[in-house]
């Protein structure tokens, strides 16, 4: 019971943990990643206030953040967009996908989904040229 309390504790701070760990990473202050945090697709700035990027980090009641202010957290963060609306899903909605059991894997994906049709078949044919070098072992 208490690994399972535990474990959600962990899904409902997602977003607010990887915000908090990626702005120290980045040494930034609120107020210096909150100016960095502009929508890419509209150019929209201020849609992330340092005020509501506080209290995120510090788990206290937030308005769950919309599809703008989650391009514009993930460019704050230097982070891919899927990264960020993954936490954000898991933390407000409790929507946590299991394509993956490792944050390699994750990782992986989300690189892929930026890469071209031809860059993920160069990629597949890599993984498929090692699993087969593997099992012939």
């Known amino acids: 019971m208490a690994a399972m309390i535990e474990a959600e504790r962990g899904v ?3 977003l607010s943990d990887l915000v908090r ?3 120290a990473e980045l040494r930034l202050s609120l107020r210096g990643f ?3 945090c502009v929508d890419p697709v509209t150019g929209d700035d201020g849609l992330v206030k340092h005020s509501w990027v506080d209290r995120l980090e510090k788990r206290a009641a937030v308005t769950p953040p919309q599809l703008p202010e989650l391009r514009a957290l993930a460019a704050g963060l230097k982070l891919a967009l899927p990264v960020v609306q993954e936490a954000a ?3 407000f909605m409790g929507i946590t ?4 059991n490792s944050g390699e894997a994750r990782a992986l994906v989300t690189y892929a989904e930026g890469m ?3 860059e993920r078949r160069q990629l597949l044919a890599i993984v498929e040229a090692y699993d087969r070098s593997r099992t012939a072992r």
Not at 97 to 100: E, F, G, S, V
């Open 12 to 14: 409902e701070a997602q």
């Open 21 to 23: 760990g990626r702005r």
């Open 34 to 36: 909150a100016a960095l």
């Open 89 to 91: 899903a898991a933390q």
């Open 97 to 100: 996908p299991h394509y993956a």
């Open 116 to 118: 071209s049709e031809a």
